[in-house]
């Protein structure tokens, strides 16, 4: 599986691209309005992003109408070459996935709650489907079920090209453990997650212990 970054922060995505992990970051509205993200810089903090971030970077369109989805998607891919078009699964969602599919935009579909959406995604040719599990979780619904049902569904068919699922709405650690066990492609996680995901208590225990035991080798 891989690591994508859930942020719009650069100074989050430098550093977990240093770490050597960051496959991708994904953004979306409100992690953009988190940093006091204005309208006129939109365009250019994506770029700022993609410059540290070679892998798929997503930015939403908040298009409703497909020609308007089109047109955002269009502007947004002509940003990099690494931009990827996230776009909401609903009908118009649909319509304009099938079009920029077909301009060769890549497009991650978003907001995938349900198995039948994930495959409606994926035949109208996103090369990315992201399934929610916080958003279940916060409503006392199993977010992980659904993401296994939708891995399960999506590995099940060939769409003609290729589709990767993102698990998406991490809160812990725990939600990516599961999303490994269940073959999710990547998991996309806020940064306090990916700092979790590194630290285990033993392995601080035994670096301490190292480094006691160090301290005793020099000083014999
Ligand atoms: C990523 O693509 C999603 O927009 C993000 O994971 C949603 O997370 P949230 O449910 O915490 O808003």
Known sequence: MKFFLDTASLREIEEAASWGVLAGVTTNPTLYAREGGSLAEFHGHIKRICDVCDGPVSAETVGLRRDEIVREGEDLAAIAPNVVVKVPVMPEGLAATKTLAAKGIDVNMTLCFTVPQALMAARAGARYVSPFIGRFDDISEDGLE????????????????????????????????????????????????????????????????FLADWEKVKNA
């Not at 993102?166 to 990916?194: C, K, Q, W, Y």
């Open 146 to 209: 659904h993401l296994g049902n939708m891995v399960t569904a999506i590995s099940n068919y060939d769409f003609g090209h290729p589709v990767e699922v993102i698990a998406a709405s991490i809160r812990h650690n725990g939600h990516v453990v599961e999303a490994a066990l269940m073959g999710a492609d990547i998991a996309t996680v806020p940064f306090a997650v990916l700092e979790k995901l590194v630290k285990h208590p033993l392995t601080d225990r035994g670096l301490e212990a």
